[in-house]
């Protein structure tokens, strides 16, 4: 099931919120768990198998760890086993075929929705265990519950079992604050990036020859943006969920493309997967405690891995290894360079750097790749009718994810009603009321707006448009 | 006291929603956007395990949510109102409350082109056959569509086609007229009668009567329905309309129409009961020794066969995504001096069938 539908907004939130505020606390999570376990099978009926399969021999295998520390490794050989049969083996086998000409021929498997976000998750509370940062969770309810949670099942943020270890057993609901992020969440998906993601949707159905570069640049930043707006717009929704729930789920997305350089792009964009590699990858290889050479070639892993996360295609290697070089390159000299340089530029630089490794992330097929890198570099510069096309439609959709995507009318707003409190506030009140008083004006402005958008969210998902759901390959 | 206005508006949506969704009546047929609505699924364990089952609900839930209609209309007019925007789904806002489909290079394969071009060709050569490909709306009202116009450019993808009939220019010389649909991609009945015109040397004066005025057409359906409708219009039989229809050999009427589909969301087939394999059209008040003609055609054959059938006695409709037997044989069995091919432009270049032209 997916969030931005009829279905899950106006049947299985009723019921399911229904059921699990009537019952006594104790039978919370089975509520929960069975609406989980039926909202991963709405979309993937089969594979849930698989999902509780695990969840049931990682819940075996971690109570045994704290005596039996091998058992880790196993368990660890078992969930990478399990990633790898699933996500990688026609890739693998491919690249077999390619060198052995063989012609033996290998099933191709569905990839299992959501199996490399709960993969992480249960190798987190593996690791957590083993090192002993958490005692293993005793009741196989509590254990399934934090696994499956429909929140964050099939598209994160990758919730670590000691974030919300205590929540499983005692949590306050946070609904106001939840419904705020879900409903920032559902417009974030529904009208940016489904709308803005239709430009990139007619440039690929072009033959790239004949594109010109100003449409390239436009439909990639297009690109950048639904990319941004889909998977931001998804976790907020989930987090805002985990709050009506009671669960606090770390936050995912911190306006990215505002960063300066590429190490802040990688601490501000999904950062909950990040973090997982940082904490269970980088850190354990040495991090950056073992000198230079060995914090370049773990930076080296982590993005290899970083990259092949996102899908079982040589371009999503190719896009971490593009950021593992630019990160070694600001850490051996460019960012100190770029820092003298002003804020504009750096800002640029980071652009830049984002949009053109979107194109690695987009292609699967290098000739595409190719072929859409060279109408990006040409000289011949012309704004020809379709780029005209594209702006006169889409100029308002722009707008709003530039705003949406930075901090800039955040920051004009703060510098206007500073202007006015400085002033020394109006003649009718004082200065401490202006500024309350403006601050409240604002709050009731955005609340409003955001019920509007709420309301023309369902109008776009009852109006069956565009409406992807891009995770199935993560 | 914590205010809760935001979880309180949404639970009570919602809620009310469902429960309003429980109780509303599904509606089988949605006039707004002439097309059925999906029914509730049957359930079935395969359907389960594979998944349909869950696909079918989400559909039939989307298809009968509460006040559907209303949703569609907020979201058309955020579009048009809020966003400014003059193209819908690929479909052009035009002037005049013109719906006009906007034709992209997403929408053909150049090497399909080319090769139904050489078709074609091939074809033209070998019959002698007229060729006439008529344009696409976005084609020929273009002082209509809202700048920056970006599309095809079907003249010029075409201009290796041999055609002998230059409808292009004959519509655009009309272009202010209603030559074509507000709602619907094909010509209307004036539009085909300037060709009927051009190609008859002694064509009957235009005498047509409207037969429905609330023609609702396949762009309109496209975008979910709209406040705009056509009528259509039949031509006014000159010769004492005794006609004798059949349809695949088989079915034999007395009427180049087909009322019955006028209550149907596919009204275009009122002409000529709409797609078949072969049509036989004989005139019954011409004499036996008037010409015949076989129209290798698609669906905008369909007026201007109605037209074309006051002057000749016999009028052969090809539909080449019916029809499997060979054209040449046909041509020669009934021994048919005169071959049309009949096209509109956008069909031509997406047709997979044209290979059968040689047969």
Redesign the interface.
């Known amino acids: 099931m997916i969030f931005s539908s009829i279905t899950f907004l106006f049947y299985f939130l009723p019921i399911m919120f229904f059921l699990y505020y009537i019952v006594p606390f104790k039978y919370k999570n089975i509520i929960l768990l069975l609406s989980s376990l039926f909202f991963y099978a709405w979309g993937e009926p089969k594979y849930v198998l698989l999902l509780l399969f695990s969840v049931w021999i990682n819940f075996v295998i971690g109570k045994q760890i704290p005596k039996h520390r091998f058992l880790l490794y196993i368990s660890l050989f078992l969930n990478i086993g399990l990633l790898v049969l699933f996500k990688y083996s026609t890739m693998l086998f491919h690249v077999y075929q390619t060198f052995s000409h063989s012609t033996l021929s290998f099933p191709e498997l569905a990839l299992p929705l959501g199996i490399s976000f709960y993969t992480f998750q249960i190798m987190s509370y593996m690791i957590d265990v083993y090192r002993g940062t958490c005692a293993p969770q005793k009741s196989f309810l509590h254990f399934a519950t934090y696994v499956t949670l429909f929140p964050q099942l099939i598209a994160g943020p990758i919730v670590r079992y000691t974030d919300v270890r205590e929540e499983l057993i005692s949590r306050t609901p946070e609904y106001e604050k939840g419904i705020y992020f879900f409903l920032i969440g559902l417009s974030q998906k529904v009208l940016l990036a489904n709308n803005i993601g239709l430009i990139w949707k007619e440039t690929l159905s072009y033959p790239f020859s004949s594109i010109s570069t100003p449409t390239a640049w436009l439909s990639l930043l297009a690109y950048a943006f639904q990319i941004y707006f889909d998977f931001c717009g998804y976790s907020n929704m989930a987090i805002g969920l985990g709050h009506v729930l009671g669960f606090h789920f770390p936050v995912n997305f911190n306006k990215p493309y505002m960063s300066k350089s590429i190490t802040e792009f990688w601490s501000r964009w999904h950062i909950s997967l990040s973090s997982w590699f940082k904490e269970y990858v980088y850190i354990p290889l040495g991090g950056n405690r073992k000198g230079l050479l060995r914090q370049l070639i773990n930076i080296l892993i982590v993005w290899s891995l970083t990259g092949i996360w996102h899908g079982a295609s040589f371009n999503f290697l190719l896009w971490g290894l593009y950021f593992a070089f630019l990160l070694v390159l600001e850490k051996l000299f460019l960012k100190e360079f770029l820092e003298k340089l002003p804020r504009i530029m750096q800002h640029l630089y980071a652009l830049f750097t984002i949009l053109t490794g979107w194109v690695l992330f987009a292609f699967d097929s290098t000739s595409d790749l190719i072929s859409f890198y060279h109408r990006l570099f040409q000289t011949n510069i012309s704004f020809d009718s379709h780029f005209l096309y594209l702006i006169r439609n889409n100029w308002l959709i722009f707008i709003l994810c530039i705003i949406i995507s930075s901090n800039l009318v955040e920051n004009l707003i703060d510098r206007v009603v500073h202007f006015f409190h400085n002033k020394g506030g109006s003649r009718f009140m004082s200065n401490e009321n202006t500024l309350i008083f403006s601050r409240n004006l604002l709050q009731a402005v955005k609340h409003i707006l955001l019920l509007l958008c709420f309301l023309l969210s369902v109008a776009y998902i009852v109006d069956d448009s565009y409406n992807p759901f891009l995770y199935f390959r993560f | 006291m914590?205010?809760?206005?935001?979880?309180i508006?949404?639970?009570l949506?919602?809620?009310c929603?469902?429960v309003a969704?429980i109780f509303a009546k599904d509606r089988s047929f949605s006039a707004y956007e002439n097309r059925y609505l999906a029914s509730y699924p049957s359930f079935s364990i395969a359907g389960?395990?594979?998944?349909s089952y869950?696909e079918a609900?989400?559909t039939y839930?989307?298809d009968q949510?509460v006040l559907?209609d209303s949703?569609?209309r907020?979201?058309?007019n955020?579009e048009k109102e809020?966003?400014?925007?003059?193209?819908i789904k690929d479909v052009y806002l035009a002037d005049k409350d013109y719906l006009i489909n906007r034709y992209?290079?997403?929408n053909i394969d150049?090497a399909l082109v080319a090769q139904n071009i050489l078709y074609l060709n091939e074809f033209q050569e070998k019959y002698a056959a007229e060729v006439m490909l008529v344009p696409t709306a976005g084609e020929i009202l273009t002082k209509y569509l809202?700048?920056?116009?970006?599309q095809l450019d079907i003249p010029s993808l075409l201009s290796d086609a041999h055609t002998t009939i230059p409808a292009f220019e004959l519509l655009k010389e009309h272009d202010t007229e209603p030559v074509y649909y507000k709602t619907d991609h094909h010509w209307t009945l004036l539009g085909a009668y300037y060709l009927y015109q051009s190609f008859v040397p002694d064509a009957y004066p235009y005498a047509a009567t409207d037969i429905c005025t609330d023609f609702q057409g396949t762009i309109s359906k496209k975008l979910?329905g709209s406040r705009i409708f056509d009528s259509m219009a039949q031509f006014q039989s000159p010769t004492g309309n005794h006609f004798q229809v059949t349809y695949d050999n088989t079915t034999v009427t007395d009427s180049l129409y087909a009322p019955a589909y006028l209550d149907t969301t596919d009204q275009y087939s009122y002409y000529l009961d709409g797609n078949h394999a072969i049509t036989k059209i004989e005139n019954l008040s011409l004499a036996d020794t008037a010409p015949s003609i076989l129209i290798v055609k698609d669906s905008f054959a369909n007026t201007f066969a109605t037209m074309l059938c006051e002057n000749y006695k016999t009028v052969y409709l090809i539909d080449l995504r019916y029809y499997n037997q060979s054209l040449a044989d046909f041509i020669a069995t009934e021994n048919i001096p005169e071959v049309l091919f009949l096209y509109n432009t956008m069909n031509f270049m997406q047709d997979k069938n044209l290979l059968k032209l040689l047969r």
């Open positions: 914590k205010k809760n206005y935001f979880f508006f949404f639970s949506f919602i809620t929603f469902f969704g389960c395990m594979d998944g869950m609900m989400d839930l989307n949510f559907r949703w569609i907020l979201k058309a955020t809020l966003l400014g925007r003059k193209v992209t290079e997403a150049r809202p700048s920056p116009v970006d979910g």
